[in-house]
Structure formats: C-alpha cells, structure tokens
C-alpha cells in the first residue's frame, strides 16, 4: 500500500503513463488487487502488524455487506451440531436445463465444498485433454501459441515436475456456462475465469511437504472461490484434492487465526490451525468430475503414494478484486437470474 502511494506520487512513474497510456490496466491492477497473504511485503515494518490486522478486519467488514458473500462465508456455523459428511451427500449432478440446485449451493455455504460428475459432453471434454495432451506432448505449433510454464521448486514439492498453462476458456462454452452460474451465486454477478491447465507428476515417493501445494493452507484470509475440473478419475494414490470441512467460515476464530499470527505461517505446520480440521475429507473423483470449493478454507493437495500423473484444469478468479468487493450495493440489488439461495 505504501509502495503503491509513493509510486503514484513519482513524477517518473506519470511521464511513463503518458508515454504509454497501456500501462494504465497495471496501475489499475495494483490499485485494486484482492489481497492474498504477502503480509511480509507491507512496509514500513513498524506499522505491519497494525496495518494487517486492520486489513482483516475491515475487509470482511465489506465482505459480509454483500448478501451472497454473506450466506456462503460469514453466516453461523454451529459446531455443537456438526456431525460428519460423506462424500456422496456433497456430490450432485446438473438438473434439466444444466442448472445448478440450490440444495447443491446449500451444501457448498455448509461445507465450503461439492462436487459435481459428468459435467461436460464428450465433445468439450475430448477438447481439454486434448490441451492436455499438446502440453505434455510438446506440440511445436501449440508451444509458439501458449507458453507452458514448468514450476520452479520454490513454487511446488520438488518431488513433483508441474506443468501450467494459464489460459483463456472460450474454447470451452459448458465450462463457462458452469462458473457463470457459480459465481453469479457467490459474488453476486459473473465473472470471468482465468483457467490453469495442470500436469503433476510425481517422480519420488515419499513426497517432500512444500506448504501452500501438498499440505492444508488457505489462500486469503477473505472470500475465495475456485473450480477444479479432473477429465480423469482420481483415486485415493493419486494426489486428490483435499479440503478441511467447514473451514471457509469466516468468524472471529477465523479472523483470530490471521490475526494472532506473528509468524506468517498459514498452513497446517501452525499448531492453530488444528482447530479448523474438525473433518478433512479426501475428494476421491470420477473422470469428468468438477470440485466446486471455497479456498479461503483449508485445502491442499493430498502427496501422490504411487509414482503417477494428475491432470486439472482449475478455475481462478482474479478479476474479482476490492473494487468488486466494494460495489455491495449495486451487487445487492441486483436481481439473480437464478432464484434465490
Ligand atoms: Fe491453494
């Protein structure tokens, strides 16, 4: 924030603008960038554990205006009552007209995750493994087109070799049809996905822990969404996602969790955090499955035990930022094309 003040102020930084007004949609995404857990960055280091704390707080403070933010992350939950959920109650399918039940969305505002199998026709999904393939395979023509990255082991367990190519998802209308109807419910009006296709392999067994990949972690510390689609099965061996139920509550033991957290340590290596895994449920999947989930909660991927390949393409939502989470009022009044949950 401060650096963001002093780079607005440099006169330096105004001749560049105007040398090339495209560099406005970079100002513009610093401004109103949704805060993730790079506590560390903000300077002075005098004023960082205030300026943090006030950040936690008076965020979700505008959160919880948004009536949609509200039901899936700030309503109560009620722990004396919570009993275990098997995988098969939090699993739906798509009703008539390929809409999303609000029983379905009911499941999600409890447990911060649901799935839902055959998601896609033949035809899409045919289309994204064979993306998949032109990745792994090293496809010239679609390599000059794409840039593939291969993660770094500071970005991942260096046990694991990670393919991932950010890409637009027009290609694949089902899909897009599927996250329109999910984040008009979440946020309170569409927004557009960034898609990662994935490629994990692993290649030593056991795995070494790299926090923030195959452990438990959040990803902020407000309201976050993303889609996982798997084209293939995805057994208990081979790396499932893997989430803390109920864990995306956002209360004052959520908030406590940031807050009383002089280490910057947001995973499950902080003894704290054992209090959000009442249940940890391993999202075993079938082929063509996607994993609708709330990753503000505890989530992670579970080590590969055998010597394999996962394949998933994940939905992310960055174009949902402050100036979004600060638009409540409009978003509050819209009316929902899809009735109410
Ligand atoms: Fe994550």
């Known amino acids: 924030m401060f650096s963001l003040v002093k780079d607005i102020l440099n006169p330096i930084n105004w001749i560049k603008l105007i040398l090339n007004p495209k560099k406005i949609k970079v100002l513009y995404d610093r401004i109103f960038y949704y805060p993730g857990l790079n506590f560390k960055n903000i300077k002075p280091f005098i004023l960082r554990e205030k300026y943090k704390n006030f950040l936690i707080s008076f965020l979700n403070y505008i959160g919880k205006k948004n009536h949609r933010l509200n039901y899936f992350f700030y309503s109560d939950e009620n722990d004396k009552k919570y009993k275990k959920v098997e995988l098969k109650e939090i699993t739906f399918s798509l009703e008539k007209n390929k809409i999303i039940s609000n029983s379905a969305f009911e499941a999600l505002k409890n447990y911060g995750i649901i799935i839902f199998e055959n998601i896609l026709s033949d035809n899409e999904r045919e289309k994204i493994i064979e993306t998949f393939n032109k990745i792994n395979n090293g496809d010239k023509d679609f390599l000059k ?3 593939v990255l291969e993660l770094n082991k500071h970005e991942k367990s260096e046990d694991v070799l990670v393919k ?3 890409s637009e998802l027009d290609y694949y209308p089902e899909i897009i049809n599927f996250s329109k109807q999910v984040t008009e419910k979440i946020f ?4 557009d996905p960034v898609g990662q296709f994935l490629i994990h392999r692993s290649i030593k067994i ?3 822990i790299f926090p923030g990949d195959n452990n438990l972690h959040v990803d902020r510390f407000l309201p976050n969404l993303k889609l996982a689609y798997f084209p ?3 057994e208990n061996d081979y790396a499932p996602f893997t989430y803390a139920v109920g ?3 956002i209360n004052n033991r959520y908030k406590n969790f940031f807050i009383n957290n002089e280490n910057y340590i947001f995973d499950e290596r902080n003894e704290n955090s054992k209090t959000f895994f009442k249940q940890i449920i391993k999202a075993n999947i079938k082929k063509n499955s996607i994993i609708i989930t709330l990753t503000n909660g505890f989530h992670g991927r579970a080590p590969f035990t055998i010597k394999s390949e996962r394949r998933s393409l994940f939905l ?3 174009k949902f930022n402050l100036l979004t989470l600060f638009s409540f009022w409009s978003l509050n009044k819209k009316k929902n094309i ?4």
Not at 188 to 191: D, N, S
Not at 338 to 341: N, T
């Open 145 to 147: 087109k794409n840039k």
């Open 164 to 166: 991932l190519l950010y």
């Open 188 to 191: 309170g009006k569409v927004i």
């Open 206 to 208: 056991p795995e070494t």
């Open 232 to 234: 293939f099965d995805v």
């Open 247 to 249: 864990s995306h509550k």
């Open 316 to 318: 992310t939502y960055p």
């Open 338 to 341: 899809y009735s109410e949950a």
